[in-house]
């Protein structure tokens, strides 16, 4: 009776194991660390090439800042970093050391999942409760701001309420605004003409989908931040689910990935619930964790587990 029913169990315990390995997004990033092997000699030196990152500032506590960290964007004129706070609703600057300098309190907003610097003083902040972009002017005095009469757009593409825009990124180079939605679908999401339509009078937008091109889609579970890289033009995409970076050609073709995983990248912990990702003009990583964890990694062509790849 036990051998009768020894291979139906093993069955369906491989199946159960490989939906798992799928919806987890484990398989998605082991296919992606097999390719890294055939991207190596085109990407190391033109890309952000994540093998070579190691951390160097690890799950440091943002003090005057207890819980709910999400959003993270790096402003070239400021010199720091901005993260969106979604209960109670607020933005924090935060210097790239991980201190605290202000925490801005935001009327009007429900659930700021998202942040990225645009131009000048201009943000353009992701609400994911109503699915609404709104652009905020954030100056040296700013100490409160109110998306009352701020210019917004307001999207319906069917997400469950805590299932939305949990990413924001502009793109420099393409003057895009790239949306990342987290889950159910999983999907990146393009908009363009949001320049010419705040400048002036009508509405010209497009909106895309940009997905990767390989066979196994997006390699993780769910997304929970994205950034564009202006210096490479490529995307990295963070997964708090799968716990990895991957890094994306602008045609979808995959070029590095990076495990948050303790033993990579010279972590010693795993990085728990990783929510918000941003990139520095020098090319320096960094990420918040919620509640209130930062991490940044600096690019180290000498880093150990990249000799493997």
């Known amino acids: 009776m036990i051998r009768r029913w020894l291979l139906?169990?093993?069955?369906?315990?491989?199946?159960?194991?490989?939906?798992?390995?799928?919806?987890?997004?484990?398989?998605?990033?082991?296919?992606?660390?097999?390719?890294m092997r055939d991207t190596r000699a085109e990407?190391?030196?033109?890309?952000?090439?994540?093998?070579?990152?190691?951390?160097t500032v690890e799950a440091r506590p943002i003090e005057g800042l207890r819980d709910n960290v999400s959003g993270l964007t790096?402003?070239?004129v400021t010199g720091t970093l901005f993260a969106a706070i979604n209960r109670p609703p607020a933005l924090a600057e935060i210097s790239t050391e991980g201190r605290l300098i202000r925490v801005i309190p935001l009327d009007g907003a429900k659930d700021p999942e998202g942040i990225t610097h645009v131009a000048g003083q201009t943000f353009v902040v992701a609400d994911e409760g109503d699915q609404r972009l709104a652009w905020v002017q954030i100056g040296p005095e700013t100490r409160r701001l109110s998306l009352q009469g701020a210019p917004q757009l307001t999207f319906g593409f069917g997400a469950f309420a805590n299932?939305?825009?949990?990413?924001?990124?502009w793109d420099q180079t393409r003057d895009q605004?790239?949306?990342?939605?987290?889950?159910?679908?999983?999907?990146?999401?393009?908009?363009?003409?949001?320049?010419?339509?705040?400048?002036?009078?009508?509405?010209?937008?497009?909106?895309r989908e940009w997905r990767p091109n390989e066979r196994t889609g997006h390699f993780a579970a769910d997304l929970s931040s994205l950034s564009a890289?202006?210096?490479?033009?490529?995307?990295?995409?963070?997964?708090?689910?799968?716990?990895?970076?991957?890094?994306?050609?602008?045609?979808?073709?995959?070029?590095?990935?990076?495990?948050?995983?303790?033993?990579?990248?010279?972590?010693?912990?795993?990085?728990?619930?990783?929510?918000?990702?941003?990139?520095?003009?020098?090319?320096?990583?960094?990420?918040?964790?919620?509640?209130?964890?930062?991490?940044?990694?600096?690019?180290?062509?000498?880093?150990?587990?990249?000799?493997?790849?």
């Open 43 to 55: 990407w190391q030196d033109r890309g952000l090439w994540l093998p070579f990152y190691q951390v």
């Open 74 to 76: 790096f402003s070239p």
């Open 229 to 309: 890289h202006d210096a490479t033009g490529n995307l990295v995409l963070l997964s708090d689910l799968t716990s990895a970076l991957v890094e994306y050609a602008p045609d979808g073709a995959m070029v590095s990935a990076l495990p948050l995983w303790s033993g990579w990248a010279g972590l010693t912990e795993d990085v728990p619930q990783a929510e918000g990702l941003a990139i520095d003009p020098g090319g320096d990583l960094y990420l918040v964790s919620e509640p209130n964890l930062f991490y940044r990694f600096t690019r180290n062509p000498k880093a150990g587990w990249a000799e493997g790849t």
């Open 177 to 207: 605004l790239l949306v990342a939605q987290e889950m159910w679908p999983i999907r990146v999401l393009v908009i363009e003409g949001l320049t010419q339509t705040m400048a002036g009078p009508g509405l010209n937008l497009t909106a």
């Open 163 to 169: 299932m939305g825009f949990e990413g924001v990124s």
């Open 8 to 35: 139906p169990a093993l069955a369906l315990g491989l199946v159960a194991a490989a939906l798992w390995l799928w919806v987890s997004g484990l398989f998605g990033l082991g296919v992606h660390l097999w390719a």
